[in-house]
């Protein structure tokens, strides 16, 4: 997750009401199914060994009222000790009890929009949802963009704007991001797949920012999930259980 910056304007109630309105799963398939077999038996973003939740204090404030799901994380090595270090005042990292324990109406924004960052063009208009790249070899979910619901879109889309609305920082911090994506994607000269505001596929040329709408081809398919060879022998490596269906969405 990005670091967050400055002072925050948002409130636990505030939490409260973006949580009412980012229910949607992000598709009809259970894609944790798909990526835990390659990390130990649980998903890969409800890991800490994965993903360290960074959250504002006050979407804690909201969660600690509501469930015992959630507790403060404790850094573990040099990486986390880190992210925590370079935490803001406003912000803390948390983690949950772990995907066998998960309730749905607790999870924090970041789990709702899990693998999808607002994405931000030059000229600072939000466009659509782009993927945290550095996960697409262990999600799924990233090589399989074209079967994201339409409502997850749709409402992925009104909470960001609405965080936006309230606090300039949330919206810098993914001014920012955006254009680290950009960077990191000009290096290894990919372009970036995008999920626009109707869930249509659009494909960013990183080094103009231009963007152009994708064709069926250009759906990411990143190993070990472009193909069923790769992903059994990934699984085998990481000695779990391939699903009935293997790679395919079922
Ligand atoms: S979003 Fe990605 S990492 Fe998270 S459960 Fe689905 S496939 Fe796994
Ligand atoms: S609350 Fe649920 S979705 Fe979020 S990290 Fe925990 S298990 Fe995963």
């Given at each position: 997750?990005?670091?967050?910056?400055?002072?925050?304007?948002?409130?636990?109630?505030?939490?409260?009401?973006?949580?009412?309105?980012?229910?949607?799963?992000?598709?009809?398939?259970d894609c944790g199914r798909k990526c835990a077999p390659l990390n130990g038996g649980e998903p890969v973003c409800c890991s800490t060994q994965n993903a360290?939740p960074?959250?504002?204090?006050?979407?804690?404030?909201?969660?600690?009222?509501?469930t015992d799901l959630w507790k403060?994380?404790?850094?573990?090595?040099?990486?986390?000790?880190?992210?925590?270090?370079?935490?803001?005042?406003?912000?803390?990292?948390?983690e949950c009890k772990g995907g066998r324990f998960c309730e749905r109406d607790n999870r924090?924004?970041?789990c709702?929009?899990?693998?999808?960052?607002?994405?931000?063009?030059?000229?600072?208009?939000?466009?659509?949802?782009?993927?945290?790249?550095?996960?697409?070899?262990?999600?799924?979910?990233?090589?399989?963009?074209?079967?994201?619901?339409?409502?997850?879109?749709?409402?992925?889309?009104?909470?960001?704007?609405?965080?936006?609305?309230?606090?300039?920082?949330?919206?810098?911090?993914?001014?920012?991001?955006?254009?680290?994506?950009?960077?990191?994607?000009?290096?290894?000269?990919?372009?970036?797949?995008?999920?626009?505001?109707?869930?249509?596929?659009?494909?960013?040329?990183?080094?103009?920012?231009?963007?152009?709408?994708?064709?069926?081809?250009?759906?990411?398919?990143?190993?070990?999930?472009?193909?069923?060879?790769?992903?059994?022998?990934?699984?085998?490596?990481?000695?779990g259980e391939?699903p009935?269906?293997?790679?395919?969405?079922?």
């Amino acid at each position: 997750m990005p670091p967050k910056t400055e002072e925050p304007s948002l409130k636990p109630a505030d939490f409260a009401s973006l949580y009412e309105g980012f229910k949607a799963p992000v598709s009809r398939f259970d894609c944790g199914r798909k990526c835990a077999p390659l990390n130990g038996g649980e998903p890969v973003c409800c890991s800490t060994q994965n993903a360290v939740p960074v959250v504002f204090k006050a979407e804690f404030e909201l969660l600690k009222g509501r469930t015992d799901l959630w507790k403060k994380f404790k850094p573990y090595d040099y990486a986390t000790k880190q992210i925590v270090a370079e935490l803001t005042h406003d912000c803390m990292a948390i983690e949950c009890k772990g995907g066998r324990f998960c309730e749905r109406d607790n999870r924090t924004i970041a789990c709702r929009g899990f693998p999808f960052y607002p994405y931000l063009t030059r000229q600072k208009e939000f466009v659509g949802m782009g993927t945290y790249w550095v996960f697409e070899d262990r999600c799924w979910m990233m090589s399989n963009i074209e079967i994201v619901d339409r409502a997850f879109v749709e409402q992925f889309v009104a909470t960001y704007e609405a965080l936006f609305a309230k606090d300039p920082t949330e919206f810098k911090t993914y001014v920012d991001f955006s254009a680290s994506a950009r960077r990191v994607y000009s290096r290894w000269k990919r372009e970036i797949p995008l999920l626009g505001r109707t869930g249509e596929l659009l494909i960013v040329e990183p080094s103009s920012g231009e963007i152009r709408k994708g064709k069926k081809k250009d759906y990411p398919k990143i190993a070990p999930f472009d193909s069923e060879k790769n992903y059994r022998a990934a699984i085998k490596e990481a000695e779990g259980e391939v699903p009935k269906e293997g790679l395919r969405a079922a």
